[in-house]
């Protein structure tokens, strides 16, 4: 779930405005600078219906051979891409165990294709959800496994949060990982950039909503800008490559607590840009298809600095109305806690690992 925000240009214009005096330097950084390298990467855009896993599965197959072909050695695909997305109960219907229908075939791909492939899916393990983005390496091993935290808004209302680290370290280098919504929090950022990662992996359901009070049309216009140019400005920020993925289509959804219906369209605007921050491919809004690029992971044009916290848990300036999302998860979180429904619902699903 993606909300209007501009995180990343203000985040690389605060870093070229900062004197050395007003920057943090992380410690953990490597004495020795590791050798550059280059990665053929693809960024995978399509619509994704709900409930539709197997079909979901299929049609991704045949994006990712196309990308295959153009040379890609890893592959990214949206957030919740098996399952499709809604903010309803019928969102547990689309969860399965980790070794389920979506990393058998992520494990199948992989080993046949020697690619990393990564994707999130709505995992059931014992009586919870969570939103797990899983990438599979070229002989069919989990390469890394990171659950979303936190969910954004209204999710929590249907999955937990995970607690584990969003960065794990693979034959290509260190990987770091941002779930959709993650990217916008700054204690997410100064993880990943803490961390030394070499590639940032996003994969997104990202949204945009009608322009409905309080949601105003800057607002909405704001989606799309974060959006379509949060790639090459993350990646300029912090001087790494970056692979972004999402959906595209329309979606009609209930909300829980009373909330009004949403329509809600998924714009797209997948790309990749390299660690200097050029763009090197991105879709257009409503296109599906694949972006094929190589990227350069080269430690020297790393940023070393680390830009303080101005905005308190937010990566750049928020409307006034952010609130709404922090009190919504809240209320997701507690009536999550309380489900009976929820509980059963997953342990069943568990059940059949």
Same mark, same amino acid.
């Given at each position: 779930?993606?909300?209007?925000?501009?995180?990343?240009?203000?985040?690389?214009?605060?870093?070229?405005?900062? @004197?050395?005096?007003?920057?943090?330097?992380? @410690?953990?950084?490597?004495?020795?600078?590791?050798?550059?390298?280059?990665?053929?990467?693809?960024?995978?855009? !399509?619509? %994704?219906?709900?409930?539709?896993?197997?079909?979901?599965?299929?049609? +991704?197959?045949?994006?990712?051979?196309?990308?295959?072909?153009?040379?890609?050695? /890893?592959?990214?695909?949206?957030?919740?891409?098996?399952?499709?997305?809604?903010?309803?109960?019928?969102?547990?219907?689309?969860?399965?165990?980790?070794?389920?229908?979506?990393?058998?075939?992520?494990?199948?791909? %992989?080993?046949?294709?020697? =690619?990393?492939?990564?994707?999130?899916?709505?995992?059931?393990?014992?009586?919870?959800?969570?939103?797990?983005?899983?990438?599979?390496?070229?002989?069919?091993?989990?390469?890394?496994?990171?659950?979303?935290?936190?969910?954004?808004?209204?999710?929590?209302?249907?999955?937990?949060?995970?607690?584990?680290?969003?960065?794990?370290?693979?034959?290509?280098?260190?990987?770091? =990982?941002?779930? %959709?919504?993650?990217?916008? !929090?700054?204690?997410?950022y100064r993880e990943l950039?803490?961390?030394?990662?070499?590639?940032?992996?996003?994969?997104? @359901?990202?949204?945009?909503?009608?322009?409905?009070?309080?949601?105003?049309?800057?607002?909405?216009?704001? =989606?799309?800008? +974060? /959006?379509?140019?949060?790639?090459?400005?993350?990646?300029?920020?912090?001087?790494?490559?970056?692979?972004?993925?999402?959906?595209?289509? $329309?979606?009609?959804?209930?909300?829980?607590?009373?909330?009004?219906?949403?329509?809600?369209?998924?714009?797209?605007?997948?790309?990749?840009?390299?660690?200097?921050?050029?763009l090197l491919g991105q !879709?257009?809004?409503?296109?599906?298809?694949?972006?094929?690029?190589? =990227?350069?992971?080269?430690?020297?044009?790393? $940023?070393?600095?680390?830009?303080?916290?101005?905005?308190?848990?937010?990566?750049?300036?928020?409307?006034?109305?952010?609130?709404?999302?922090?009190?919504?998860?809240?209320?997701?979180?507690?009536?999550?806690?309380?489900?009976?429904?929820?509980?059963?619902?997953?342990?069943?699903?568990?059940?059949?690992?």
């Open positions: 779930m993606s909300l209007p925000f501009k995180t990343n240009n203000r985040l690389c214009a605060t870093l070229r405005g900062m @004197s050395k005096t007003q920057i943090a330097t992380p @410690s953990n950084h490597p004495a020795s600078p590791r050798a550059a390298t280059t990665l053929c990467v693809a960024t995978v855009q !399509l619509a %994704c219906d709900l409930g539709d896993v197997q079909g979901n599965l299929n049609r +991704a197959t045949a994006f990712i051979e196309d990308a295959i072909r153009q040379g890609a050695k /890893l592959i990214l695909t949206p957030e919740m891409m098996p399952g499709g997305y809604t903010l309803e109960e019928k969102i547990w219907d689309t969860a399965e165990p980790f070794d389920g229908p979506t990393t058998r075939w992520l494990r199948d791909l %992989c080993r046949r294709r020697e =690619v990393y492939i990564g994707t999130t899916f709505l995992e059931a393990e014992g009586e919870d959800f969570f939103n797990t983005f899983v990438l599979i390496g070229p002989t069919g091993e989990v390469v890394g496994k990171v659950r979303k935290n936190p969910p954004a808004s209204f999710e929590a209302f249907y999955f937990r949060a995970g607690n584990d680290r969003h960065w794990f370290d693979t034959a290509l280098g260190r990987i770091g =990982v941002g779930i %959709c919504f993650e990217n916008a !929090l700054y204690d997410r950039h803490e961390a030394d990662i070499d590639l940032y992996l996003r994969p997104f @359901s990202g949204a945009s909503f009608e322009a409905k009070f309080p949601i105003r049309q800057r607002d909405v216009d704001a =989606v799309n800008a +974060a /959006l379509r140019e949060g790639t090459p400005a993350t990646a300029r920020a912090m001087g790494i490559p970056v692979v972004m993925s999402n959906k595209v289509g $329309h979606l009609v959804t209930d909300l829980p607590a009373g909330f009004p219906r949403q329509h809600i369209e998924f714009p797209g605007f997948s790309a990749i840009a390299d660690s200097d921050g050029a !879709l257009r809004s409503g296109q599906e298809g694949v972006v094929v690029g190589t =990227v350069k992971l080269d430690p020297s044009r790393k $940023h070393r600095q680390i830009a303080p916290r101005t905005n308190g848990r937010w990566t750049g300036g928020m409307p006034w109305w952010a609130f709404v999302w922090v009190l919504t998860q809240r209320f997701g979180e507690r009536s999550y806690a309380r489900s009976a429904k929820r509980r059963a619902r997953a342990l069943a699903i568990s059940r059949t690992a």
